[in-house]
């Protein structure tokens, strides 16, 4: 158990909907990772936020946002959706501010769109 | 930008037998070398990491990754495999955090499927 929490662990919906997925960090951890797994692009950064601020962005689409709140939990905010959101969604945590950054990831949200 | 290249996308092999699972990778600068493993339905989790100093790095289930610069590579191996390794593998990169601004996102390769068979 890596300490990071995500809910809900399956997810299915219909194109054109909107989601929201939830990532609570391990105990101490400033830093939030959204990443995705998807057979066709594999795992890829999404969106990185430190202490309630974003701090990077990777490839991310439009129609999706993130937010870290004061208690440092995140959501990923998931609309319009298309077949291809399909995926699984993982979030990671670590530690900012000591070097070398180990993240530690969540279990994961899959994500099926129909 | 930094890259990942893992040359296997699967690797077969029997009980007992040696695995290597390579990867290559691209950077423009200094990185932490990472390898990450998936079993089926679950996270990733950290199964070693190069950050500096000895190149050659240990997991505590055997597993052994040596960081070489001149060729950029960061090959996992293990000398004798067991049933309970089938799982996929990934090796990511991140930059070192410096100058002070930058990301310490992971860039990951496309994965090994290591499935190892009695």
């Known amino acids: 158990d890596s300490g990071v929490t995500q809910t809900p662990k399956h997810l299915i919906t219909a194109t054109g909907q909107r989601v929201t997925l939830r990532c609570s960090p391990r105990?101490?951890?400033?830093?939030v990772y959204w990443y995705q797994q998807s057979l066709d692009q594999g795992l890829q950064f999404l969106i990185q936020?430190?202490?309630?601020?974003?701090?990077a962005k990777g490839n991310i689409l439009e129609r999706f946002s993130a937010q870290q709140f004061p208690d440092l939990h995140s959501e990923l905010n998931l609309s319009s959706l298309e077949l291809g959101d399909s995926a699984l969604y993982f979030c990671a945590s670590s530690v900012k501010g000591q070097l070398p950054n180990e993240q530690f990831f969540g279990p994961g949200t899959r994500l099926t769109v129909l | 930008a930094q890259s990942v290249t893992q040359l296997d996308s699967q690797v077969p092999v029997f009980e007992e037998a040696p695995v290597e699972l390579r990867c290559n990778y691209s950077?423009?600068?200094?990185?932490?070398l990472f390898w990450y493993v998936q079993y089926p339905n679950q996270g990733l989790q950290l199964l070693l990491k190069y950050l500096s100093g000895s190149t050659l790095v240990e997991s505590i289930n055997g597993f052994e990754a040596e960081f070489n610069k001149s060729q950029t590579s960061f090959h996992l191996r293990k000398p004798s495999v067991h049933i309970s390794d089938t799982a996929e593998y990934f090796c990511a990169v991140s930059d070192t955090g410096l100058p002070q601004g930058g990301s310490e996102k992971l860039v990951f390769g496309k994965g090994t499927k290591l499935t190892v068979n009695p």
């Open positions: 950077s423009s600068v200094s990185v932490y």
């Open positions: 105990s101490g951890d400033l830093s």
């Open positions: 936020y430190y202490n309630g601020e974003e701090r």
